[in-house]
């Protein structure tokens, strides 16, 4: 059975940092693209970027909304993927969602929500 | 960016009756993906590549469209239903998400 599960979430500072986890389990990990995705409260989810799977490089995407301050990696041994936030931003509020890709985003998480306020 | 509108943006339906939520796209798309998200859950894939349902999915729904334009059918309304539905695009970075349509049960 296929499984996400984040961590990592909980309040922070506006300018603070923050990385969240997911934990992959039930495929072979390296094999997929991996993404993460947020959602603000009551709004359409957003896709924040990919890290692609071992045939294509671990090579990485980012939306133009979060480049340069969000870095997504992976940890292949470990069927591990993380989402490196800085300087956050209240707007950057909402819950977070790694998820896969298969033909759509076929499994996602149970979310992880981060607060960005002082 | 590509930029999904959804309509509407609210609707209800009695259980047996049919609905159709609309994606229209500001420029041409390859497909379209379809998305169901009830109250305190995460999202789940309905329709991947426009018009095929994912697993699990009654085939009660159904999706269509092509170019700029793409539908979200549900042919007889039942009360599981009732949810928020999102349409999106996978044609490009940034890959988005429409506003979503909240379908709730008459």
């Known amino acids: ?118 | 960016e590509i930029v999904l509108t959804q309509s509407p943006t609210t609707t209800a339906a009695s259980p047996g009756e049919k609905v159709t939520i609309t994606c229209l796209a500001n420029s041409s798309v390859t497909n379209m993906f379809w998305y169901q998200q009830k109250s305190g859950a995460s999202p789940k894939l309905l329709i991947f590549s426009t018009s095929s349902l994912a697993s699990g999915v009654p085939d009660r729904f159904s999706g269509s469209g092509s170019g700029t334009s793409y539908s979200l059918t549900i042919n007889t309304m039942e009360a599981e239903d009732a949810a928020t539905y999102y349409c999106q695009q996978w044609s490009g970075n940034p890959y988005t998400f429409g506003a979503g349509t909240k379908l709730e049960l008459k």
Not at chain 1, 1 to 23: F, H, I, N, T
């Open chain 1, 1 to 118: 059975e296929v499984k996400l599960l984040e961590s990592g979430g909980g309040l922070v500072q506006p300018g603070g940092s923050m990385r969240l986890s997911c934990a992959a389990s039930g495929f072979t990990f390296t094999d997929f693209y991996m993404y993460w995705i947020r959602q603000p409260a009551g709004k359409a989810p957003e896709w924040l970027g990919l890290i692609r799977n071992k045939a294509n490089g671990y090579t990485t995407e980012y939306n133009l909304s979060v480049k340069g301050r969000f870095t997504i990696s992976r940890d292949n041994t470990q069927n591990m993927l993380y989402l490196q936030m800085n300087t956050l931003r209240a707007e950057d509020t909402a819950t977070y969602y790694c998820t896969r890709w298969l033909g759509g985003f076929d499994y996602w998480g149970q979310g992880v929500m981060v607060t960005v306020s002082s």
